[in-house]
Nanobody, 114 residues
Framework: QVQLVEFGGGLVQPGGSLRLSCAAS????????MSWYRQAPGKERELVAG???????NYADSVKGRFTISRDNAKSTVYLQMNSLKPEDTAVYYC????????WGRGTQVTVSS
């Protein structure tokens, strides 16, 4: 079955960096668009970044120039490099694959605080 497992969250100071990974299995990863979403306490889940199977990318305005999404089809893994982190980036970050009815990972907590 489809599984998405996120890694790499944690506590980081403002201005710091983190790299999230999402390991996918159970489907043909290389032909699907993949996305990262996030949900902060009391807020709706929002799209952070997406990457097509050909490598085209899109980003939320709030993270443009700071976050970079990438993928390694050989490893069935999508990444989110997050630089210049701000307290408002604090959220649970989820990986999403639009396979069949759509699948979500369980999420990984990112906390940006001094």
């Amino acid at each position: 079955q489809v599984q998405l497992v996120e890694f790499g969250g944690g506590l980081v100071q403002p201005g710091g960096s983190l790299r999230l990974s999402c390991a996918a299995s159970g489907f043909t990863f290389s032909v699907w668009m993949m996305s990262w979403y996030r949900q902060a306490p009391g807020k709706e889940r929002e799209l952070v970044a997406g990457i097509t199977y050909t490598g085209g990318t899109n980003y939320a305005d709030s993270v443009k120039g700071r976050f970079t999404i990438s993928r390694d089809n050989a490893k069935s893994t999508v990444y989110l490099q997050m630089n210049s982190l701000k307290p408002e980036d604090t959220a649970v970050y989820y990986c999403y694959a639009p396979v069949h009815q759509g699948y979500w990972g369980r999420g990984t907590q990112v906390t940006v605080s001094s």
